[in-house]
């Protein structure tokens, strides 16, 4: 079996000599795709994303998981296209998405909005 090292504990002299190395093997094709993003940008040795399905929140919970515990606990299951709603906006959650944050800062504004007009969201 291979030896697999961690690239954050090598020195950053060898990390540069191994991308170099990599860089003077490629093809000339894949030297311009690297070349287009600039090669102090182009990254080797990036660790691949983790499969949607196993990344997880800040607490610790998938996004599947966190739509079966807002059903369980809410005991909101209205239909499919709810549910779905709810799986979507948590595969975003999870992703750490930008678009997530106005969503959740203007539903708590409206939530209080409606609470100060004697209303129920």
């Known amino acids: 079996m291979a030896n697999i090292e961690n690239f954050e ?3 950053r002299e060898e990390i540069e000599a191994r991308k170099r190395y990599m860089y003077e093997k490629m093809s000339k094709r894949r030297r311009k795709f690297v070349d287009r ?5 182009w990254d080797p040795f990036q660790a691949p994303f983790d499969p ?3 990344r997880q929140d800040k607490s610790g919970y998938t996004s599947d998981q966190l739509s079966h515990l807002f059903v369980r606990e809410s005991g909101k299951h209205k239909n499919q296209e709810y549910i779905d709603a709810v799986n ?18 203007y539903c708590l504004w409206y939530a209080e909005h409606m609470r100060k007009h004697g209303l129920t969201p």
């Open 9 to 11: 504990d090598l020195p």
């Open 37 to 41: 993003m600039g090669y102090e940008n």
């Open 52 to 54: 949607i399905d196993i």
């Open 88 to 105: 979507e906006f948590n595969v975003m959650l999870v992703m750490n998405f930008e678009k997530v944050r106005p969503i959740y800062d």
